[in-house]
């Protein structure tokens, strides 16, 4: 029960972050929030038993996304604050029909999913490998398909960033 | 499957949902490519807490970690490019809204 009430904390401050990081003006604020977001996320997944994935996250997407996001922002235009004022009005009219929309849809979910009528089929028991086990033995595959994600990646950011000869 | 368990996934699904919602207005309503990518960011942080939900639920924690991490590099590829395009197309036309790149036109 107290397990639950923490899950349940952490799920509502994972929701009131992420509406925050949408709705708030500077984009600045939104990437501090995205880190928070992060840091959220992988309490829960630790709590959920899954601590490497944890770490993952918390190091990769808290921590580098931030700094990939604040690099691409520092690049980029301050605005004025005439332009700010006005922007902060449209994006108001845009995005206060947002937490409606999630307090409508959570009270719509909660008749339906609280008390479930349903139930899963029964699962094939899991062969009891470890993370690591599963990585470089079964899911090699996907560790060569990770290699050549970063390679594209690098190659896409070489020919994006390449200086024209003159 | 036992019914906790059950209990425990749909009130995690509820949150899922709720975030993918979030994640999903960002990109629709927001005329700013670092915007659209943040609300991608938030769109992914929820399938990466769908599937660590549904691992921990059924018990298979390893291999729901095995493809959150493959989740998680191919993520980080994909901003880092994405963060790229959005540089390049502030260089070359002095704003991230996307209704002004005009010159990308076919």
């Not at chain 2, 005329?31 to 549904?54: D, H, Q, S, W």
């Not at chain 2, 959150?68 to 790229?84: D, F, N, P, R, Y």
Request: aromatic fraction near 8%.
């Amino acid at each position: 029960m107290v397990n639950m009430t923490i899950n349940l904390i952490l799920l509502f401050a994972l929701i009131l972050v992420a509406l925050w990081t949408v709705m708030t003006i500077r984009l600045i604020r939104s990437i501090v929030g995205l880190a928070l977001t992060s840091a959220i996320l992988s309490v829960i997944m630790y709590r959920l038993h899954s601590p490497l994935a944890a770490v993952f996250e918390l190091s990769v997407c808290s921590g580098l996304i931030s700094v990939i996001f604040v690099t691409t922002v520092s690049f980029t235009q301050r605005i004025s604050k005439e332009k700010l004022r006005i922007r902060r009005k449209e994006r108001l009219l845009k995005f206060w029909y947002l937490p409606v929309i999630l307090i409508a849809t959570a009270v719509m979910l909660c008749q339906h999913l609280l008390t479930p009528q349903f139930t899963l089929p029964l699962l094939v028991p899991a062969q009891g490998l470890g993370v690591r086990d599963l990585l470089w033995s079964c899911r090699h595959l996907d560790l060569l398909g990770q290699v050549v994600m970063l390679l594209a990646g690098a190659f896409g950011v070489v020919i994006l960033f390449k200086e024209s000869r003159k | 499957m036992s019914q906790s368990a059950l209990q425990l996934f749909c009130t995690f699904g509820i949150f899922i949902i709720l975030l993918l919602i979030t994640g999903a207005y960002c990109m629709f309503v927001s005329f700013n490519l670092i915007r659209v990518l943040i609300g991608f960011e938030i769109l992914i942080k929820a399938v990466t807490l769908l599937i660590i939900c549904a691992g921990y639920v059924c018990g298979r924690t390893a291999l729901a970690q095995a493809i959150v991490i493959t989740l998680i590099v191919i993520e980080i590829v994909v901003m880092v490019v994405a963060g790229g395009v959005a540089l390049w197309a502030y260089r070359h036309n002095k704003t991230i809204d996307p209704r002004k790149l005009s010159n990308l036109k076919g």
